[in-house]
T-cell receptor
Framework: DSGVTQTPKHLITATGQRVTLRCSPRSGDLSVYWYQQSLDQGLQFLIH???????AKGNILERFSAQQFPDLHSELNLSSLELGDSALYFC????????????FGPGTRLTVT | AQTVTQSQPEMSVQEAETVTLSCTYD???????LFWYKQPPSRQMILVIRQEAYKQQNATENRFSVNFQKAAKSFSLKISDSQLGDTAMYFC??????????????????FGQGTILTVHP
């Protein structure tokens, strides 16, 4: 157990819908990262937050947005869902702003039908 | 942009034997980190080992060790005394040591395609 929690574990929804994935970092960690793992794209970096501020953005679609709250938990919002958004979404956390190790949560499996 | 390549989609090894997983990467950076992550059937991503590019000494963690060849941009993982619990997908990953927040790569892990390792009894 990495200490990073993600909810829900599984999510099944229809195309065009909007969902919110939640992540709580390890105690004391200020950085949160989101990654998407799909069969065709592999593991891809989406976004990084540090202490509430966005630090870096990767290949994140405009339909996706994220934020980190004052209690350091983070949410990833996915809207206008398409079949291709079906994937495993990971959250990871690290202590420092400049990370050397990221600890991953168990992931949220999103299925869009 | 950085790329990470794992040329072995699948590998298998007998229990107690040694196996080496290959990884190559392409970057123009001189300061970076390399990682091996393990993803067992549970799908949890588990950090196996980390290497700083400025360190010449190869990292070791118990039965896991790396062979880091900076000039060749090669970073292989050796698993000694393989155990059934080592069965998993293994990902090689690169992270640029970017001290400037706001860059598109800040804190970004770039992963290879993965190698499925099966340990047979």
């Amino acid at each position: 157990d990495s200490g990073v929690t993600q909810t829900p574990k599984h999510l099944i929804t229809a195309t065009g819908q909007r969902v919110t994935l939640r992540c709580s970092p390890r105690s004391g960690d200020l950085s949160v990262y989101w990654y998407q793992q799909s069969l065709d794209q592999g593991l891809q970096f989406l976004i990084h937050y540090y202490n509430g501020e966005e630090r870096a953005k990767g290949n994140i679609l405009e339909r996706f947005s994220a934020q980190q709250f004052p209690d350091l938990h983070s949410e990833l919002n996915l809207s206008s869902l398409e079949l291709g958004d079906s994937a495993l979404y990971f959250c990871a956390s690290s202590v420092a702003d400049l990370p050397t190790e990221q600890y991953f949560g168990p992931g949220t499996r999103l299925t869009v039908t | 942009a950085q790329t990470v390549t794992q040329s072995q989609p699948e590998m298998s090894v007998q229990e107690a034997e040694t196996v080496t997983l290959s990884c190559t990467y392409d970057t123009s950076e001189s300061n970076y980190y390399l990682f091996w992550y393990k993803q067992p059937p549970s799908r949890q991503m588990i950090l196996v080992i980390r290497q700083e590019a400025y360190k010449q000494q190869n990292a070791t963690e118990n039965r896991f060790s790396v062979n880091f060849q900076k000039a060749a941009k090669s970073f292989s993982l050796k698993i000694s005394d393989s155990q059934l619990g080592d069965t998993a997908m293994y990902f090689c990953a690169f992270m640029k040591r970017d001290v400037n927040a706001g860059g598109t790569s800040y804190g970004k892990l770039t992963f290879g395609q993965g190698t499925i390792l099966t340990v047979h009894p």
